[in-house]
């Protein structure tokens, strides 16, 4: 085969360099998401032990790390990793923060409402709304937040039926406009998405958007679950309708803002 012409390598070379680029800031968006769960984690252990240090701990998580250091990285490098990982969550640790606990993934509406009520409380996701409320009365958890009502969609009749029949105390109310986006792999254009995968109700609420945009509805058990998997799958021509701190942490683009049919939606 004959060599391309120098400025073809050149441009090849430049686009490959800009891929190669693309996808190590897109590795770090992954490893810092990774690093917050395991710090989570860690926080949560804090309730369950005597102590902040636990050396034998300690050991045996360097013990395995090192084990498994059989690729690029050195083991000295690892271990000087985990060693920083550990003393990070043994300061946060020792400052015993207090827990709110959520439906879904990070980056949910209701994650949202838990900071704006009360920035103080560490966010813990919750696979269901009965987690939240087991999780309050066995103390892993200092407070819970869980949606009551929705201006469009009405009473949340899972939660309705978990407050009647709790202990548990109603100690404040946040109301939260929830203003949908369309969320994307950073640098996809609108004309370049063709299907949106999000919960069954943001989808409905969504509807007449995605109609005018020829875009496909794709139901997903939860709005923020949905940008996190578009993050690690990195599927193309695939949009999420979440919150703007789904965006933020899954290092998406918000491809366009408000896109509900009605614009006076809230959830309480």
Known sequence: FDAPPSDARDAAGLA??????????????????????????????????????????EDDVLHRVRAASCGLLSEDFVLSLYAAIIEES???QARRPRFGAFQGEHGAWSEMALDRWDPTLVPVACRGFADVFDGVVAGAFDRGIVPVENSL?????????????????IVGEVRLPLRQCLLALPGTALAKIRSVRSHPQALVQCRGFLARAGLTADPYHDTAGAARWLMFEGARGVGVI?????ARLYGLDVVAEDIADHHANETR
């Open 153 to 169: 969609g009405g009473a949340v009749n899972d939660v309705t039926d978990l407050l009647i029949g709790t202990s548990l105390s």
């Open 16 to 57: 490959r360099l800009a891929d190669l680029r693309a996808q190590i800031d897109d590795t770090d968006r992954k490893l810092l998401r990774l690093l917050d769960q395991r710090i989570e984690y860690a926080l949560q252990t804090a309730r369950l032990k005597p102590a902040v240090t636990d050396s034998g701990r």
């Open 90 to 92: 043994k300061r946060l």
């Open 242 to 246: 979440a919150s703007p701190l789904a």
